[in-house]
T-cell receptor, first 116, second 115 residues
Framework: QQQVKQSPQSLIVQKGGIPIINCAYE??????FPWYQQFPGKGPALLIA?????SEKKEGRFTISFNKSAKQFSLHIMDSQPGDSATYFC???????????????FGQGTILTVHP | NAGVTQTPKFQVLKTGQSMTLQCAQD?????MSWYRQDPGMGLRLIHY???????DQGEVPNGYNVSRSTTEDFPLRLLSAAPSQTSVYFC??????????????FGSGTQLSVL
């Protein structure tokens, strides 16, 4: 079963718009929630991440909002640019005494297109 | 630095053939893992390793073998290829410790088609 559910599958916005990608998880043992960005023909790359002890984290134009009680988190891209067009994956991991490093559970991915 | 290098970039196999996907990293990372990426499924963990000589299964291990004889290399073997293994395969590495352990460095992928 999909432990991390991501929506929407695809998203089209105009330049300057604020796309929002949502993720929901089921396993309350998850305690690290990264977002990865993937350009065509490339591997995913870490964009931003959050721990459940904070409700929001901002890095440049990218913001993660986290709702622990609802088991949901989302990515907001402020002032989106055509160069932000990529596939975005949310993910989750649980700290199991160090043996969980490198083990991420990914969402299904969202293909974002930003039109000029 | 090259980072994580995967070879080949593309491969076509016939059902029943075997092959090895190569992965090498030059960052001296202890953790390495293999994921497969399928449309609508995201990335799913196949196998992972926390150090030379130590491997374990991920979410979708059936039909794949791994070994880790050195820190740098983590090959993925397909024993008898099946059409269901048509996918894009990514190798990743990371360092231990929080939160570094969850920052995965991915290779550029191997696109595999099984006919």
């Amino acid at each position: 079963q999909q432990q991390v559910k991501q929506s929407p599958q695809s998203l089209i916005v105009q330049k300057g718009g604020i796309p929002i990608i949502n993720c929901a998880y089921e396993n309350t043992a998850f305690d690290y929630f990264p977002w990865y960005q993937q350009f065509p023909g490339k591997g995913p790359a870490l964009l931003i991440a959050i721990r459940p002890d904070v409700s929001e984290k901002k890095e440049g134009r990218f913001t993660i909002s986290f709702n622990k009680s609802a088991k949901q988190f989302s990515l907001h891209i402020m002032d989106s640019q055509p160069g932000d067009s990529a596939t975005y994956f949310c993910a989750a991991s649980k700290n199991a005494g160090g043996t969980s490093y490198g083990k991420l559970t990914f969402g299904q991915g969202t293909i974002l297109t930003v039109h000029p | 630095n090259a980072g994580v290098t995967q070879t080949p970039k593309f491969q076509v196999l016939k059902t029943g053939q075997s092959m090895t996907l190569q992965c090498a990293q030059d960052m001296n990372h202890e953790y390495m893992s293999w994921y497969r990426q399928d449309p609508g499924m995201g990335l799913r963990l196949i196998h992972y390793s926390v150090g030379a000589g130590i491997t374990d299964q991920g979410e979708v291990p059936n039909g794949y073998n791994v070994s880790r004889s050195t820190t740098e290399d983590f090959p993925l073997r397909l024993l008898s290829a099946a059409p269901s293994q048509t996918s894009v395969y990514f190798c990743a590495s990371s360092q231990p410790g929080s939160p570094r352990g969850w920052k995965l460095f991915f290779g550029s992928g191997t696109q595999l088609s099984v006919l």
